[in-house]
């Protein structure tokens, strides 16, 4: 693409999405340095905050923030040390020693971000989501985070009641990842009393039956699929159900670009119930949530071609 400059990706090294990403920035010739930040013990990275930054990966490629035009911040995990760390508390200090450093490239004016890592952890906040959302007029489940079991009613809906955690609740066991989805339960599942005086979560009125919508916002542009019904309330509990293309009405598509902009971003997953009259509803938004499924399968959403469209725009 002509004026584009180089685009500076920051992710991991599993992260397929970035991969179809970088060949499509490729097939147009724009010169992509991916950083998986796993292996940064083996790059050369210095920030000036708010001056200039530049990297260096172990084969002398390097990126600076007067050659980059845009910088997606997509899935960076910590570095691995390259000695033994004596404790988890060694470890938790090293992994905000890289934090710190790597979000400090954002501080430096010049290059776009897709998105700031500050606007994405500030998104990932569910009840500003919520707050947002209903601002712009989105229809939103009432929503209760509580620990008081007698306070559950107040959003039920003939006894019945969504629960879920009020943040993303995954964690690494010896049985491997686990993770905590969104429940339907009935009056006599509510979580005792005494189990949830130790810690809250949030409680939502059920849209159900319902469809799945998944929004994805890059930009100002926006793409829309539906899932084939199913019993599961979480459609991530089945995650081989084909997607299809979906068209959300103008004011629809107009209030989740809106609604991504005013979380500061330039990418956004929304999760959309749609009720058996057609209405639908905010479930919640990811601001860096995945994508890849939409853009192959049934779906085919245009979506790696509009991210590198937005990666090769200049300016901050």
Do not use: Y
Request: aromatic fraction near 8%.
């Amino acid at each position: 693409m002509p004026g584009a400059r180089q685009v500076l990706i920051i992710t991991n090294e599993q992260d397929l999405a970035a991969d179809l990403v970088v060949l499509a920035l490729e097939r147009r010739s724009v010169d992509v340095l991916r950083c998986n930040t796993e292996r940064l013990t083996g790059w050369r990275m210095t920030v000036r905050p708010g001056l200039a930054w530049r990297l260096e990966d172990r084969f002398g490629r390097t990126a600076s923030s007067e050659t980059t035009s845009s910088v997606w911040w997509r899935r960076p995990q910590a570095p691995t040390p390259s000695v033994a760390l004596a404790s988890a508390s060694q470890q938790a200090a090293f992994d905000a020693q890289w934090q710190s450093t790597v979000e400090a490239l954002a501080s430096v004016p010049g290059p776009r971000w897709v998105s700031r890592p500050a606007a994405i952890r500030a998104a990932e906040n569910k009840a500003a989501q919520l707050s947002v959302a209903a601002r712009l007029g989105f229809r939103v489940p009432p929503t209760a985070w509580t620990n008081d079991r007698s306070a559950i009613a107040t959003v039920a809906a003939d006894g019945t009641v969504v629960a879920k955690p009020v943040t993303t609740a995954a964690w690494d066991d010896d049985d491997g990842p686990a993770f905590v989805f969104a429940q339907l339960l009935d009056a006599h599942e509510f979580p005792r009393e005494e189990d949830l005086a130790l810690l809250p979560a949030a409680f939502q009125r059920p849209v159900w039956p319902k469809l799945d919508v998944r929004v994805t916002v890059v930009g100002t542009q926006v793409f829309a699929a539906v899932v084939e019904p199913d019993s599961e309330l979480d459609w991530r509990l089945k995650p081989d159900r084909a997607w299809t293309p979906h068209t959300l009405p103008a004011p629809e598509a107009e209030r989740c670009a809106r609604l991504v902009a005013d979380l500061g971003l330039r990418f956004g997953g929304i999760d959309l119930a749609v009720d058996a009259t057609g209405d639908a509803w905010f479930i919640e938004v990811n601001p860096n949530g995945e994508w890849g499924w939409l853009a192959q399968g049934h779906a085919q959403l245009p979506i790696v071609e509009t991210l590198a469209d937005d990666l090769t725009l200049r300016g901050a």
